[in-house]
C-alpha cells in the first residue's frame, strides 16, 4: 500500500512558478511509475506529466511541455512537478499518483493504484 502526501500549491500570478511536491511512505517506491495529473472545476481529470521508475524516461501533456518539468528522488522517496511560466489555464487541483512501473500505459489514470489528495493550484491572470 502506497501512501501520497503532497505538498507545494497555492496562489499565483500568470508568470510565476510554484513547485509542488509528494512524498511516498512505501518503501519500494523505486519500483513505481509515477504521475501527475490535474482537474480543473467542471472538467475531467487529465494527465500533465509521469516519469518511470528509474527517473530515466519522462512524459509531459503538450500544453505543459517546455514550462513543467518532472523529477524524482528515490532515496528520498519523493517527487516533485517543477512548474515554470503559469498560465490561467493551469488552474486546477494536481494530483499525484503512482503505478506499477509494469502495469502499462503511463498516460492512462487508469492505471495508477494510488492517488494522493490533491493540491490547489490557482494562476490569476
Known amino acids: 500500500q502506497v501512501q501520497l502526501v503532497q505538498s507545494g500549491g497555492g496562489l499565483v500570478q500568470a508568470g510565476d512558478s510554484l513547485r509542488l511536491s509528494c512524498a511516498a511512505s512505501?518503501?519500494?517506491?523505486?519500483?513505481?511509475?509515477m504521475g501527475w495529473f490535474r482537474q480543473a472545476p467542471g472538467k475531467e481529470r487529465d494527465f500533465v506529466a509521469a516519469?518511470?521508475?528509474?527517473?530515466?524516461?519522462?512524459y509531459y501533456a503538450d500544453s505543459v511541455k517546455g514550462r513543467f518539468t518532472i523529477s524524482r528522488d528515490n532515496a528520498k522517496r519523493t517527487v516533485d512537478l517543477q512548474m515554470n511560466s503559469l498560465k490561467p489555464e493551469d488552474t486546477a487541483v494536481y494530483y499525484c499518483?503512482?503505478?506499477?512501473?509494469?502495469?502499462?500505459?503511463?498516460?492512462?489514470?487508469?492505471?495508477?493504484?494510488?492517488w494522493g489528495p490533491g493540491t490547489q493550484v490557482t494562476v490569476s491572470s
Open positions: 499518483a503512482a503505478k506499477a512501473s509494469y502495469s502499462g500505459n503511463i498516460y492512462s489514470q487508469l492505471r495508477y493504484g494510488y
Open positions: 512505501e518503501r519500494t517506491f523505486s519500483t513505481y511509475d
Open positions: 516519469i518511470t521508475w528509474s527517473g530515466g524516461t519522462t
